[in-house]
């Protein structure tokens, strides 16, 4: 009867340490890191309002004037926006790294918890199994009263239903260890796209300084010399489509109408993050006084605001038909650097006015993998990406000649007239 009672004190006894020493452990620490966590959120709220009222002075700098001061504007804002959302990720990449150190230490507790518990049970499931090798009734007749008798009878019963209650107990503290893998996991993949988005913010960053380098470089900060360099980029940029337009004119490129992807939105994702249209599709206001720049078909792709250095992302996941740089060998007068898709359903995309590519040919792409990063490479008078979409069947990636530049041969995407598509036909409503 003793030797029952102590196996149910000592069992107890190294359950509690099991189960309840380690939290104490950690208490203070936990605590603190709690305290950093929501010092952390702070910093976030803050940092995110003062990129978004950035934002909204760079949204005002492009409905203004074209002019050299207004370009150095926007390039300052955006200086200055991507240094804000470097120091925003690098604290949420802080925070995150906490509440990984956390879910960590609580893991740790919970398995020590599980491992001592299993260890301490089966302990004392051996000893009632020892005890139940003498039946009761040998106990009784060797000299034990019946009072004693079923005092021992029931506290061993009281004994298996506590067991079985810490045993349910156990297993609620499994459910709860996997639960918390499971959010570490998620915690631990959303930190590496936090480190993916900061080496792509440096990345924008670089490119911005360079362009604002550039800017001052070339116009030597003089507004007479900018709206030369427009005006010629202007005109080189409507020499270009009437070349492009007569050759394709030639293409007689076959479009079968079944071969790619009805009109629905959603069919491609935006190529940027925070999309903002600054030119349509087709015969725009801008097309329809500027006739001479687009042959009087109309733009033939809609027109994205895109600071310097924003990352470019694949509308949809497929396989790079090509990459490319116009700019060797007519600078100013074509599509700059650019990469060209084909995507799994018939349609393939254009990404146009780079600085510079991450993908190469053929290589496979990720639905909003990063492609590249915007510039002004290229015709472009001003920082944004030229976003095409083609039925597949009708483009392709083809030499001609320059007449911009004379004995100067292009490399690039061409299309059948009926194989230009309305963007906005496939993507998500803004």
Not at 89 to 106: A, F, H, P, V
Not at 199 to 205: D, I, K, M, V
Not at 269 to 287: D, I, K, M, R, S
Not at 326 to 332: H, I, K, R
Request: hydrophobic fraction near 35%.
């Amino acid at each position: 009867m003793r030797h029952v009672r102590y196996t149910v004190a000592a069992f107890f006894f190294a359950l509690f340490l099991a189960l309840g020493a380690t939290t104490y452990i950690h208490a203070d620490t936990q605590e603190e890191i709690q305290a950093q966590i929501n010092e952390s959120n702070k910093q976030i709220e803050a940092l995110k309002a003062e990129i978004a009222e950035l934002q909204g002075e760079l949204n005002d700098t492009t409905k203004q004037k074209q002019t050299l001061q207004g370009a150095i504007k926007e390039l300052n804002l955006n200086i200055q926006k991507l240094k804000k959302s470097i120091t925003l990720t690098q604290t949420q990449i802080k925070q995150k790294d906490l509440e990984i150190g956390t879910l960590s230490t609580t893991i740790s507790d919970t398995s020590g918890k599980i491992g001592a518990s299993q260890s301490q049970i089966a302990d004392s499931l051996r000893q009632l199994e020892a005890h139940d090798e003498q039946p009761m009734i040998v106990t009784l007749f060797s000299g034990g009263t019946l009072s004693s008798f079923f005092d021992e009878a029931t506290t061993l019963e009281s004994m298996r239903t506590l067991l079985q209650d810490h045993i349910h107990t156990l297993q609620g503290l499994k459910v709860d260890l996997e639960s918390d893998k499971d959010v570490a996991e998620k915690k631990r993949r959303e930190l590496a796209k936090l480190n993916t988005s900061l080496g792509q913010q440096n990345q924008g960053l670089t490119i911005s300084r360079n362009e604002q380098t550039k800017l001052l470089d070339q116009t030597k900060n003089k507004e007479s010399t900018y709206q030369a360099q427009i005006a010629q980029k202007k005109a080189l940029e409507a020499k270009f489509e009437q070349d492009l337009l007569n050759y394709e004119a030639q293409l007689n490129l076959i479009v079968n109408p079944g071969s790619f992807a009805a009109p629905k939105a959603g069919v491609l994702l935006w190529p940027v993050e925070q999309p903002h249209v600054t030119q349509y599709f087709g015969n725009t206001a801008f097309a329809t006084q500027n006739a001479q720049i687009y042959g009087g078909k109309g733009h033939n792709a809609i027109d994205l605001r895109a600071p310097p250095g924003t990352p470019i992302l694949a509308a949809r996941g497929g396989v790079v038909r090509g990459v490319g740089n116009t700019d060797l060998v007519c600078p100013g007068a074509s599509y700059g650097k650019w990469v060209f898709i084909d995507h799994d359903n018939g349609l393939s995309t254009l990404y146009a006015h780079l600085s510079t590519f991450t993908v190469s040919e053929g290589a496979p792409v990720a639905s909003g993998q990063v492609i590249g990063y915007s510039d002004t490479t290229g015709y472009a008078t001003g920082p944004h990406l030229h976003f095409g979409v083609y039925a597949s069947s009708g483009a392709e990636i083809r030499t001609f000649p320059s007449k911009s530049c004379v004995g100067k041969v292009y490399t690039m995407p061409v299309a059948d007239v009926s194989a230009y598509l309305n963007p906005l036909s496939y993507l998500p409503p803004l």
